[in-house]
């Protein structure tokens, strides 16, 4: 054989060879990476996010980061639903007992335009001052509503789908509360109706899993 | 007599002349049981009050209008749940059944108090008028329990 010729079979070969040593010692790296990416391709709940507290501060999630959270979304003028969700919560914090300084209820309202920081105060003063209420302008309420899967919308009697009938609106909304861990990561739902015995038991359990 | 039994007597019958269980108002076959309303927080916000309604007649009947000097507005509503969404609307007249029975409570059908005139104080009571299709009208009278509360008449709340 030509000696050119077989010295370019060689560099081939040694090529082939390296190109193949270095995909082996990349291979058990990507694998990892996929499954990070399978898993991360299934809805995830929660995130960051920025809005504005009942003080009129404005606070990110990581202003929360050591506390369990409890996120639940409604509305101040709201007479029936948020109030009953209001008085569970506040009973769930009872029931919890001391365990309770380590869980942070936010109420994070779908009704921004009509939800102020002061009337979130307001409003939840009236069940417990341990609750904490959220709003925003209407892009960080969408934001962190879209991060949570949670449906809202302004419902005023015209169409069918929901409203008063003063001329004013109710807000449609999603009525799951979520449990977030103390490292922001999502844990659990509890669905509308769920008793605060229940919440409580379950959020305890989960203190005592993290230590 | 003696005079500690004339009085005893008075006074236990004055005892059992009051109303000893929960509040019931009445309009031709229909009675109107508990009407209880939860404190409003501030007056921008809307009230709720709830009633449980019984007929006692042949006939079905239908509350069709509630007012109260209390609001500008107040009208019938209904809060429902559908894949997890909670939407409250206006549910137009209430059936009551003859012989049958409709309660108003938390997470269904409610009154809703709007444009308040004066705040719904925990402890205090306001009048309520409903109107029947065929009973007429009831004045009832609502008892304000805490802001989240779960009933009224002789239960307990937990609105604190």
């Excluded at chain 1, 507290?53 to 369990?68: I, L, Q």
């Excluded at chain 1, 994070?108 to 307001?122: H, K, N, Q, Y």
């Excluded at chain 2, 007599?1 to 000893?20: E, K, Q, S, W």
């Excluded at chain 2, 969404?85 to 206006?90: D, I, L, S, T």
């Amino acid at each position: 054989m030509n000696p050119r010729i077989m010295a370019l079979a060689v560099a081939i070969l040694a090529a082939v060879v390296a190109a193949g040593g270095l995909a082996f010692m990349f291979l058990p790296v990507m694998a990892p990476n996929q499954q990070q990416a399978a898993s991360s391709q299934g809805p995830v709940i929660g995130g960051p996010f920025e809005l504005v507290d009942d003080t009129g501060k404005a606070v990110t999630d990581e202003d929360f980061r050591g506390d369990f959270l409890l996120v639940f979304f409604g509305f101040t003028h709201c007479p029936d639903v948020c109030p009953t969700t209001l008085g569970e919560i506040a009973a769930t914090l009872d029931r919890l007992g001391p365990q309770a300084g380590r869980v942070q209820p936010l109420f994070i309202s779908v009704d921004p335009a009509r939800d102020t920081p002061a009337g979130l105060r307001e409003y939840i003063k009236a069940f417990d001052p341990r609750i904490v209420g959220l709003t925003g302008t209407p892009e960080q309420i969408k934001a962190v509503t879209k991060d949570y899967g949670v449906y809202y919308a302004k419902a005023d009697g015209s169409d069918g789908s929901g409203g008063t009938s003063d001329g004013t609106y109710s807000v449609n909304h999603s009525s799951i509360t979520y449990l977030m861990g103390p490292d922001g990561a999502y844990l659990r739902t509890f669905s509308y109706g769920t008793s605060p015995e229940k919440m409580a038991e379950a959020i305890a359990a989960q203190i005592a899993e993290s230590g | 007599m003696p005079r500690i039994l004339i009085a005893a007597i008075l006074v236990l019958g004055t005892a059992f002349a009051l109303p000893a269980t929960a509040a019931e108002f009445r309009a031709g076959d229909i009675s109107v049981k508990d009407p209880w309303a939860r404190a409003s927080i501030g007056t921008s916000r809307p009230g709720a009050a709830f009633v449980g309604i019984r007929n006692a007649g042949a006939e079905a009947d239908r509350l069709t209008g509630v007012e109260s000097p209390v609001a500008g507005h107040a009208d019938l509503h209904r809060t429902s749940m559908v894949d997890g969404v909670m939407k409250m609307e206006p549910s137009g007249p209430v059936a009551v059944p003859a012989g049958g029975m409709v309660m108003m409570e938390p997470g269904g059908y409610h009154i809703m108090l709007m444009k308040l005139k004066t705040p719904l104080e925990e402890g205090t009571t306001f009048p309520l008028t409903l109107t029947f299709e065929r009973a007429g009208a009831v004045t009832v009278e609502v008892s304000v329990m805490g802001p989240g509360a779960m009933g009224g008449g002789h239960g307990h709340d937990s609105g604190d």
